[in-house]
C-alpha cells in the first residue's frame, strides 16, 4: 500500500496522559499536513511541512501540542497533559508540492479518545 | 471571516436517484474548491477541484459547478449507489499555496436500496 499511513489508529488515554501519533507520507511527497477533525465538522488545519521544516501552525496548535518531521519523511504529532477537549481524529496528508496541481492525499486518521 | 456552508446537512436518498449537494463561501481571496467524499472512519478522498475560471467539472457520476461571481458550488451525483453513502465536504482554499484550506462541515449523504 503506498497511500498515506497513520499509526495507531485508535488510542484511549486519561485526561493528563502524552499521547505520540505517527504520519506516513507517500513516498517523495514533500509536503505533510496535520488536521484536527471533531465528530460532524470538517477537518481543521494544524500545521503542515515542506520537508522537514515546519512552515506554518494554526492557532489551534496550542503549546502542548508539538509536530516534527525529523528526516522529512514521517512525522510525529505530539499531545502533551491531554484534556477531554483533544478527543478528534487526527488526520496527516501530503503532497508533492504546492498550489491546486497538487493534490493533498489523506490518511485513514488517528482516532483519540480522552476519558 | 472565511467560511464555508453546506446545505443540506443530512440527506436520504433511494438507491439509483439523482441528488445536489450545495457549498456558499465567503472566503477571500478564493484560489480554488474542492469537493472530499469520507466514508466513515476513514479519510477524505478528493473528487473534483476547480478554480474561479472553472465552471464545471465531472469525475464520473458525480459533477460539481462553480459560480465565483454568487460564491456557490454544488456537487451532483447521477444514478447513486449505495456505496455513495458517506459525507461530502466543500473546502476552498485561500491561497495558491493551499496550505490554508477552509472545509464545511460536510452533507451526509445516506442511500437506501
Known amino acids: 500500500d503506498t497511500g498515506v499511513s497513520q499509526n495507531p489508529r485508535h488510542k484511549i488515554t486519561k485526561r493528563g496522559q502524552n499521547v505520540t501519533f505517527r504520519c506516513d507520507p507517500i513516498?517523495?511527497?514533500?509536503?505533510l499536513y496535520w488536521y484536527r477533525q471533531t465528530l460532524g465538522q470538517g477537518p481543521e488545519f494544524l500545521t503542515y511541512f515542506q520537508n522537514e521544516a515546519q512552515l506554518e501552525k494554526s492557532r489551534l496548535l496550542s503549546d502542548r501540542f508539538s509536530a516534527e518531521r525529523p528526516k522529512g519523511s514521517f512525522s510525529t504529532l505530539e499531545i502533551q497533559r491531554t484534556e477531554q477537549g483533544d478527543s478528534a481524529m487526527y488526520l496527516c496528508?501530503?503532497?508533492?508540492?504546492?498550489?491546486?496541481?497538487?493534490?493533498?492525499?489523506f490518511g485513514p486518521g488517528t482516532r483519540l479518545t480522552v476519558t | 471571516k472565511n467560511q464555508v456552508e453546506q446545505s443540506p446537512q443530512s440527506l436520504i436518498i433511494l438507491e439509483g436517484k439523482n441528488c445536489t449537494l450545495q457549498c456558499n463561501y465567503t472566503v477571500s481571496p478564493f484560489s480554488n474548491l474542492r469537493w472530499y467524499k469520507q466514508d466513515t472512519g476513514r479519510g477524505p478522498v478528493s473528487l473534483t477541484i476547480m478554480t474561479f475560471s472553472e465552471n464545471t467539472k465531472s469525475n464520473g457520476r458525480y459533477t460539481a459547478t462553480l459560480d465565483a461571481d454568487t460564491k456557490q458550488s454544488s456537487l451532483h451525483i447521477t444514478a447513486s449507489q449505495l456505496s455513495d453513502s458517506a459525507s461530502y465536504i466543500c473546502?476552498?482554499?485561500?491561497?495558491?499555496?493551499?496550505?490554508?484550506?477552509?472545509f464545511g462541515k460536510g452533507t451526509t449523504l445516506s442511500v437506501s436500496s
Open positions: 496528508a501530503s503532497s508533492l508540492g504546492q498550489g491546486i496541481a497538487y493534490e493533498q492525499y
Open positions: 513516498s517523495e511527497h514533500n509536503r
Open positions: 473546502v476552498v482554499s485561500v491561497s495558491q499555496a493551499g496550505t490554508a484550506l477552509i
